[in-house]
């Protein structure tokens, strides 16, 4: 007959947990456990403290497993009461409250705690790590009370906690040691993406910053910092990375290096004495995210099981910000050596960012911010190791399609069934395909409940969604898609029916009211409905600048190296002397590194520093040419029948007379416009949204056309006879796609989706073409130059002024 052997885990928190709900799923009688943990609480998701300092979840959201599963599953559990030591002669484990529990087995999960620099005043009331429950209390209480709170480190937990800070209502700001936010994941680009980001959600930032005193007597008042500089503060988080808790370890004779020495199967060097999660380190590595613990954990579970296991080799991480409105993911080895390969794109006006890192043709590394969505596939590819020679540009672009040499099914195929899909809550491919096939799980929503994948982070979502349509087929009911982003499942033209009928007149209030699953939306959608809103009530809604693309909310072009690019209107690309002159002068005095015409003919100053672009505005005294936004950009002409012999009409005054018109003119996109005076179509009109070709005695109109990275044709709308008839078509066609294509979706896009006939019809009756007319005049009616008024308004002028600056070069360097 066999005894039950006697299993003690010290550390009741998310890896040695897992293990243990693994262990009993293996082999459910092997052990009778016994569980120490220092908290007063059951076992809980540490991650989402994120989300409940951010008002998204409550304590009791948050509990993995309650007190009845420890009953359920005959497992002794003591809280609040730390192990001081383990006896390996005795085999014992001691408790600080005099508890001696016998083991055959031992496990030391007893993870980290936030690192707190020895900075002289870091021990006074009111600094804080950001680690647990206690911690999150402590700033929510804090916030009740106090108004300035300052957060040391700007990595993913400092930055997660300033947000969920900001949320309780603190004035929030993060000193960071380095030049760019999250210096530990990101590249330099990606993190002053983010920073502008978080920047217009009214976080602040001090970068560059060694903080060097806390101040204050018994309660932190304030930071000093090395250049002399201070700043006031009610509250300090300190967020500057995290120490294993080697405690016990140390005073049981265990080999310690940073943290517990442990083996491929997790053995320490002291027999029966095992180790797994933050407090590990195995081959040198520490890690610090739940993903590669669980990991470690499955191992450790089938060797206690009994079970073969080829042991752990190591992790490749992941990481995805948990803050509302920003999509930053990282993974792999992100920064270039001289034996990687990069490829990067950058586009500044729909901030998105993405680079991928090569070696030997494969991929080791990923950083995406602003889309996401193709973070879990690369992650996959990374982890496989397999080669990616003549598609990394398809991969760069997100255009990969069938031109992988696995495709994503075959890839989710041949994962193993016991790999971790979802790192934040430790769900297996194997535990999917059960909630699917066993559980009739067919829903993401009700798979998320069952099985917990993509509660947290959300960063596997596209991954479990691959996965149920993979065990699901047909049957499956994937939602996520249908919204125009995760935050809602209601579509486009759902939500502007339903701000149209129930009148919702801001961001918030839409959705609020639309129940939107983030509260703080995403930065897909907020920018959506910031333009609905403005495209419904044009006299009413007042522009949310925190909704809109760093471009648009500086009114200029941001270029690689963080300087800015100004572009003034030149009217159907006509100039004069005295206008190149004062773009010359301004040239000259501010010493633009580069003056270089556009390919919308006009001129384009670049490498303009942020606090000298109103000074620049008020110099040139010409207005905005909205080179930056989704607006109107140019018109581009031809010289016409003015100069060329071959031409039928004035290209260039008709060109003019419709870039006065539409000047300033927002869009679902950015709107092209173009106007050539022959068919000979010197003007490239057959590629503009919206082009005109002079005929003999009147004028074609091409519509949907695009030159951009798919190349369209643009097709004939109608031909007509007067510039009246130019005008009034054009105001309707221009108005009509205003009101009806999708956030970000150009007239190519729209017209290839809803087709030429449909807008045609939509056109035809010249009462509606009025009606269209109406309304867009009005719109325009509302419009103002956004230089001049930067240029008038001191508050807004002070925007631009070099607050906290980080240099835009130089090295990282680092810390403690
Ligand atoms: C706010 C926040 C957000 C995070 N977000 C993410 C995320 O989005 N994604 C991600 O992958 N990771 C995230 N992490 C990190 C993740 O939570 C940790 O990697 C994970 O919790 C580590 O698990 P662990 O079991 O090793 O340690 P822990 O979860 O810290 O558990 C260790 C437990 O042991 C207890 N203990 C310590 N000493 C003793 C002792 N002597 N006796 C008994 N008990 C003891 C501790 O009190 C603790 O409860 C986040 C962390 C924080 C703080
Ligand atoms: N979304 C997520 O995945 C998530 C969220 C929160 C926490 N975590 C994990 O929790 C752990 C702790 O997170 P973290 O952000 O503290 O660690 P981190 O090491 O990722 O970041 C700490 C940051 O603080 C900066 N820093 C260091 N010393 C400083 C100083 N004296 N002054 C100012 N800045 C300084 C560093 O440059 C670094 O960027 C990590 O393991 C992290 O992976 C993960
Ligand atoms: S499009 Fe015709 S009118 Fe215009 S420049 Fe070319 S040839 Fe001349
Ligand atoms: S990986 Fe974070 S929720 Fe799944």
Redesign the pocket.
């Known amino acids: 007959m066999t005894t039950t052997k006697k299993l003690v885990l010290i550390g009741n928190g998310m890896a040695g947990v897992w293990t243990i709900e693994h262990l009993l799923k293996l082999a459910p009688h092997a052990y009778e456990i016994t569980i120490f943990g220092a908290e007063p609480h059951p076992n809980y998701n540490r991650?989402l403290l994120?989300t409940v300092l951010a008002g998204g979840a409550s304590i009791n959201d948050i509990i993995i497993n309650d007190h009845d599963w420890y009953r359920d599953n005959h497992i002794t559990l003591y809280t609040g009461d730390p192990v001081i030591r383990i006896d390996a002669d005795q085999r014992q484990v001691i408790s600080a409250s005099g508890l001696h529990v016998d083991y055959d087995e031992v496990i030391i999960a007893t993870g980290?705690r936030?690192?707190i620099?020895p900075?002289p005043g870091s021990d006074k009331d009111g600094v804080i790590g950001?680690r647990d429950i206690k911690d999150c209390e402590t700033m929510i209480a804090t916030a009740q009370t106090h108004r300035k709170a300052a957060v040391?480190?700007?990595?993913?937990?400092?930055?997660?906690a300033a947000r969920g800070l900001l949320n309780l209502g603190m004035d929030v700001t993060v000193?960071?040691?380095?030049e760019h936010?999250?210096?530990?994941?990101l590249d330099l680009p990606a993190g002053l993406m983010l920073q502008e980001q978080l920047e217009a959600q009214g976080m602040k930032f001090l970068l560059g910053?060694?903080?060097v005193e806390l101040t204050g007597k018994r309660r932190v008042t304030g930071l000093r910092f090395t250049d002399g500089e201070s700043l006031d503060a009610d509250l300090v988080v300190m967020?500057?990375?995290?120490r294993p808790n080697i405690d016990v370890a140390q005073s049981s004779g265990l080999t310690i290096n940073r943290g517990i020495v442990v083996d491929d199967h997790l053995h320490t060097n002291i027999p029966h004495i095992s180790a797994v999660g933050?407090c590990a380190e195995h081959r040198g590595i520490g890690?610090?995210?739940v993903a590669p613990l669980y990991e470690q954990g499955a191992v450790l579970a089938k060797r206690l099981a009994g079970l073969d296991t080829a042991g752990y080799e190591g992790s490749v991480t992941s990481?995805?910000?948990?803050v509302a409105g920003v999509d930053v993911f990282s993974a792999g080895q992100f920064a270039d050596t001289p034996q990687t390969k990069s490829l990067r794109m950058q586009d500044d006006i729909d901030s998105i960012y993405k680079k991928l890192v090569i070696q030997d043709g494969k991929l080791i590394g990923a950083v995406l911010f602003g889309d996401t969505s193709e973070g879990s596939s690369l992650f996959s590819l990374i982890k496989s190791g397999e080669s990616i020679v003549g598609r990394e540009k398809e991969l760069l672009t997100g255009y990969a399609g069938g031109a992988t040499a696995v495709s994503p099914l075959q890839r989710l195929e041949s994962m193993a069934d016991d790999e971790i899909v979802c790192g934040c809550n430790g769900v297996s491919k194997a535990a999917i395909g059960d909630a699917v096939l066993q559980q009739g799980c067919h829903t993401m929503g009700s798979l998320k409940a069952c099985t917990k994948a993509s509660a947290s982070?959300g960063g596997c979502a596209p991954l479990v969604e691959g996965l149920l349509q993979l065990y699901a087929g047909d049957s499956a009911q994937v939602t996520v898609k249908e919204g125009m982003c995760g935050c809602t499942s209601l579509q486009r033209d759902e939500i502007v029916e339903q701000i149209k009928t129930m009148g919702l007149k801001t961001v918030k209030e839409v959705m609020n009211v639309l129940e939107w699953r983030e509260p703080e939306g995403c930065s897909k959608c907020r920018p959506a409905l910031n333009y609905y809103l403005g495209m419904l009530f044009p006299a009413e809604y007042e522009d949310e600048k925190e909704s809109r693309f760093t471009n648009e909310r500086y009114h200029a072009n941001i270029q690689k190296d963080g300087t800015y690019s100004v572009v003034p209107r030149i009217y159907g690309g006509v100039t004069s002397p005295a206008d190149l002159k004062k773009i010359a002068n301004v040239a000259e005095k501010y010493n633009v590194p580069l003056v270089k015409f556009t390919g919308g003919q006009r001129l384009d100053l670049l490498g303009i520093r942020k606090e000298d672009l109103p000074k620049i505005w008020e110099e040139l005294d010409m207005p905005s040419g909205h080179a930056y936004g989704k607006t109107l950009r140019t018109v581009k002409t031809c010289v016409g029948n003015t100069f060329c012999r071959f031409g039928t009409q004035d290209a260039m005054a008709m060109g003019i007379k419709m870039e006065k018109a539409y000047e300033r003119l927002t869009g679902p996109a950015k709107i092209k416009l173009a106007v050539s005076g022959c068919p000979r179509n010197c003007a490239e009109a057959t590629i503009k949204d919206l082009g005109l070709v002079a005929i003999d005695g009147g004028w074609e109109l091409h519509v949907g056309g695009n030159g951009g990275v798919k190349v369209r044709a643009a097709e004939l709308l109608c031909t007509v006879k007067t510039e009246e008839e130019v005008m009034e078509w054009s105001s309707a066609y221009l108005q009509y796609y205003r009101e009806h294509a999708r956030f970000n979706e150009r007239t190519a896009a729209w017209i290839e989706r809803v087709g030429l006939d449909h807008v045609k019809e939509a056109l035809a009756d010249q009462q509606t073409r009025l009606e269209l007319v109406s309304r867009i005049e009005e719109t325009l009616s509302y419009t103002s130059d956004p230089w001049k008024e930067i240029i008038a308004k001191d508050e807004l002028r002070k925007n631009f002024e070099p607050l906290h600056q980080a240099p835009l070069t130089g090295s990282?360097t680092?810390?403690?």
């Open positions: 991650i994120s980290s936030a690192f620099p900075i950001f040391i480190g700007g990595g993913l937990l400092g930055l997660e000193i960071h040691i380095n936010l999250m210096d530990r994941q910053k060694r903080t967020a500057v990375g995290i933050e890690y610090g995210l990481t995805k910000l948990k982070c990282t680092s810390i403690y």
